[in-house]
T-cell receptor, first 113, second 116 residues
Framework: DQQVKQNSPSLSVQEGRISILNCDYT??????FLWYKKYPAEGPTFLIS?????DKNEDGRFTVFLNKSAKHLSLHIVPSQPGDSAVYFC????????????FGQGTILTVHP | NAGVTQTPKFQVLKTGQSMTLQCAQD?????MSWYRQDPGMGLRLIHY???????DQGEVPNGYNVSRSTTEDFPLRLLSAAPSQTSVYFC???????????????FGEGSWLTVV
């Protein structure tokens, strides 16, 4: 049973436009959500996170929105740049994680110049 | 500052062979964990450790052993390799005292394992 789902395997956008990556979860005990970015042949790197007590968190070009009632979160990248092309993973944890994350399947983002 | 170091980067094993994936971190992190990444599955937790001498199972522990004799090292052992263990393996480490924050989880660069 996939507790964190990213239903779009891939997304293609034009440079300068907005990229919106979506993530759904089923476990209501999750209280912390993260987005990781991964380039080929590298490990995931942290991008942005949000606690369940918030509905929005912003960091530069990246904004994460959380809709707890819908168990849905999204990552907005504005404006998108070719260097943003990577695999994006949504992840979630409950309570004190001890480094335990539940990941979605990932979405491949391609930003065209 | 090396961060999280995994070895080997690439390995081909025959079915039934055993091997150990090494993981070391130099950040004095208490928490360490191993994930595997498979196509269409994201990353799944294999085993984790909250400190030296303490380990526990994650989501997909079967076929793997871990031990944590020091804070720095967290090796992952494949006891009898099977083709289903063909995957990319990531080691990760994180702080404990700050509460949970994603930016304190550091991943290694990955180990590509093929079992034939």
């Amino acid at each position: 049973d996939q507790q964190v789902k990213q239903n779009s395997p891939s997304l293609s956008v034009q440079e300068g436009r907005i990229s919106i990556l979506n993530c759904d979860y089923t476990n209501s005990m999750f209280d912390y959500f993260l987005w990781y970015k991964k380039y080929p042949a590298e490990g995931p790197t942290f991008l942005i996170s949000i606690s369940s007590i918030k509905d929005k968190n912003e960091d530069g070009r990246f904004t994460v929105f959380l809709n707890k009632s819908a168990k849905h979160l999204s990552l907005h990248i504005v404006p998108s740049q070719p260097g943003d092309s990577a695999v994006y993973f949504c992840a979630a944890s409950e309570g004190t994680s001890y480094g335990k994350l539940t990941f979605g399947q990932g979405t491949i983002l391609t930003v065209h110049p | 500052n090396a961060g999280v170091t995994q070895t080997p980067k690439f390995q081909v094993l025959k079915t039934g062979q055993s091997m150990t994936l090494q993981c070391a971190q130099d950040m004095n992190h208490e928490y360490m964990s191993w994930y595997r990444q498979d196509p269409g599955m994201g990353l799944r937790l294999i085993h984790y450790s909250v400190g030296a001498g303490i380990t526990d199972q994650g989501e997909v522990p079967n076929g793997y052993n871990v031990s944590r004799s020091t804070t720095e090292d967290f090796p992952l052992r494949l006891l009898s390799a099977a083709p289903s263990q063909t995957s990319v393996y990531f080691c990760a480490s994180s702080y404990s005292g700050q509460g949970f924050g994603g930016n304190t989880i550091y991943f290694g660069e990955g180990s590509w394992l093929t079992v034939v």
